[in-house]
């Protein structure tokens, strides 16, 4: 009686409440109100209202100044977005009023803000030990943080190609064309540095300072990507100069600009258009690894949370046929992307490069299907649980990869209107037809598969049950914090050496992953390293136009290549859950 007695005059409840904080404020005023039903006898009701109405005061408050930060972040990001969006569309239907230079004026503003903000931001939270606190372990992981430096190098090698083909036509060139590549090669490198250091961050001062810088700097690289899409100057101007230097060996001079040194423009000419994907990729990478330090400002995690929980090695645990047939489809893509590659280099692509290209697509994606399909029934099977947790880094890899995903399924159903209102008897564009169509079922079952595997809980994340109703029966004393962090490790090596021997499924799962892994590397290495025969076909773009085809690629291709990347992630963090 007097231990219930003296449990609401206790303010410890109360303390501990405010230092598990791992998420949304709403929670944690749930928390509040719960742990003044939960601590036993009646409390005096003036006591009891003080506190609960001041803390929950001071929570709806912050909840209050959150919400608004966000709002106002986010309108500043759509405004920015839309007035860049102008400026691209000005361009593009009225060119005299509004040029390329206009909108390379405008993003280097731009730019130059993003990179004050950057090196602002950079050395605030390191000369502040509180301005970071707490680390998302979800966020940024090595594979992101390697593509991001990956892609970043291309893009920087991307511009330096630029440079040097405005230099070999100088005669005919603006400085403004050579000012810009050196900005954008300048916002890449302190752009890639920050979000290498600091992708993890939950930033807790100058929140909406914080927020604002963020989102601007996801509206440039989204205005960056939108304009790469968009813009087909360069690769028009390089069909001009060929077209102009085979006019002259016939004869026929033109006015158009020529390269001073012919070899160096065409070594400067193939890097670049073989690298112009990856400038895209970069750009899409950053906006997500910004939308999540966005929504990690502000953040608070537990104790608990504040490390990474221990994930175990990546190993095959005797997993066979899964890495042989994916090795082997490995193989097949390499030999096949090198065949195109050299056939690529001549003037023209044989008819039998494409249907070889189109073959093996239409072997490996029915398999890959099947696999997805069977995975997805596995994962019904099991029993292990679903991890409700609320995760914004896993929700944002849900996000994008349906997101992605439409990037190649809209190329496919362009490609499908075509083929069936041109010649859909054809050989080659039934095979057309059959990539397409298989495309678009490989998408939806590999996504079904990653997401189910995504939200199943880790097997040394699940706790036994005779910990769970040790952790249910009632807080701790502090004396035997000892004792539980000793009983917590015995049952986590206990846990972990019961499931050491795999079962039919889980060995079944892991094939699956690996063999989707090695896959879709393969999808992956032949559009982005050159390899587009969407483009090189003619079919779609004798159908819908130049320009227009131009767009949907460069819209869908980009979207396609990340999509193949981000499965990779997601197909590996399913291979370790198992």
Not at 174 to 197: N, R, Y
Not at 220 to 225: C, G
Not at 285 to 309: D, E, Q, S, Y
Not at 504 to 533: D, Q, V, Y
């Amino acid at each position: 009686m007097s231990a219930q007695a003296s449990a609401p005059t206790e303010a410890p409840p109360v303390a501990s409440l405010e230092a598990q904080e791992t998420g949304p404020a709403p929670a944690k005023e749930n928390q509040v109100e719960m742990g003044a039903e939960e601590t036993g006898a009646p409390a005096s009701p003036h006591q009891k209202s003080w506190l609960v109405r001041h803390v929950s005061l001071l929570l709806r408050r912050d909840r209050q100044a959150q919400k608004a930060g966000e709002l106002f972040s986010g309108l500043l990001a759509l405004n920015v977005v839309f007035l860049g969006g102008a400026f691209i569309c000005s361009m593009i239907f009225n060119n005299v009023a509004v040029t390329l230079g206009d909108v390379w004026i405008l993003l280097a503003v731009l730019k130059a803000l993003c990179i004050l903000w950057l090196l602002y931001y950079a050395t605030g939270t390191t000369r502040r030990s509180h301005a970071v606190l707490f680390r998302d372990p979800h966020a940024g992981p090595i594979w992101v943080r390697g593509s991001l430096v990956l892609f970043g190098s291309c893009t920087v090698c991307l511009n330096v190609f630029r440079v040097g083909y405005n230099v070999s036509h100088i005669q005919c060139k603006s400085q403004l064309e050579l000012i810009f590549p050196a900005i954008e090669i300048v916002f890449i490198g302190v752009q890639t540095w920050v979000l290498w250091k600091h992708c993890k961050d939950c930033v807790q001062v100058q929140t909406n300072f914080t927020r604002c810088g963020l989102m601007l700097t996801l509206a440039t690289n989204l205005l960056l990507w939108v304009l790469a899409i968009t813009n087909d100057s360069m690769h028009s101007e390089i069909e001009a100069e060929l077209s102009a230097l085979m006019g002259k060996l016939s004869g026929n001079e033109t006015n158009t600009c020529l390269c001073l040194n012919a070899t160096v423009c065409k070594v400067f000419q193939k890097g670049y258009l073989m690298l112009y994907p990856f400038s895209t990729e970069y750009c899409l990478i950053c906006c997500a690894v910004l939308f999540v330090m966005w929504k990690n400002v502000g953040r608070r995690l537990a104790p608990h949370t504040g490390a990474h929980p221990g994930t175990l090695p990546f190993c095959l645990h005797g997993a066979i046929f899964g890495p042989l047939l994916g090795l082997l489809v490995l193989v097949a893509g390499v030999c096949i992307f090198v065949l195109f590659q050299i056939e690529a280099s001549g003037p023209t692509i044989a008819h039998q490069y494409f249907t070889l290209y189109y073959a093996f697509y239409a072997a490996v994606l029915p398999a890959m299907s099947l696999a997805c399909l069977a995975g997805t029934a596995i994962h019904g099977l099991e029993e292990r649980e679903l991890d409700t947790l609320k995760n914004p880094t896993r929700s944002l890899d849900v996000v994008l990869l349906m997101g992605a995903a439409l990037g190649q399924i809209g190329i496919a159903y362009f490609s499908i209107v075509a083929i069936v209102a041109t010649h859909p008897h054809k050989q080659l564009n039934r095979l057309i037809l059959a990539y397409s169509l298989l495309h678009i079922l490989q998408h939806i079952a590999q996504n079904l598969f990653i997401i189910e595997g995504l939200h199943r809980r880790p097997l040394w994340e699940a706790a036994p049950e005779g910990l769970a109703g040790k952790q249910e029966a009632g807080p701790p004393r502090r004396g035997s914090l000892l004792e539980l962090g000793q009983d917590l490790r015995r049952a986590s090596r206990a846990y972990i050496h019961s499931y050491s021997h795999l079962n039919h499924k889980r060995r079944a799962l892991k094939e699956i992953s690996l063999f989707l892994i090695l896959c879709n590397i393969t999808l992956w290495m032949m559009p982005a390293f050159g390899i587009h025969p969407e483009f090189e076909n003619g079919l779609e773009k004798d159908f819908y136009g130049y320009r227009t085809w131009f767009t949907i690629v460069n819209f869908g291709l980009p979207l396609g290549v990340f999509y193949r990347m981000h499965s990779v992630g997601g197909l590996l963090e399913v291979y370790l859950g198992v």
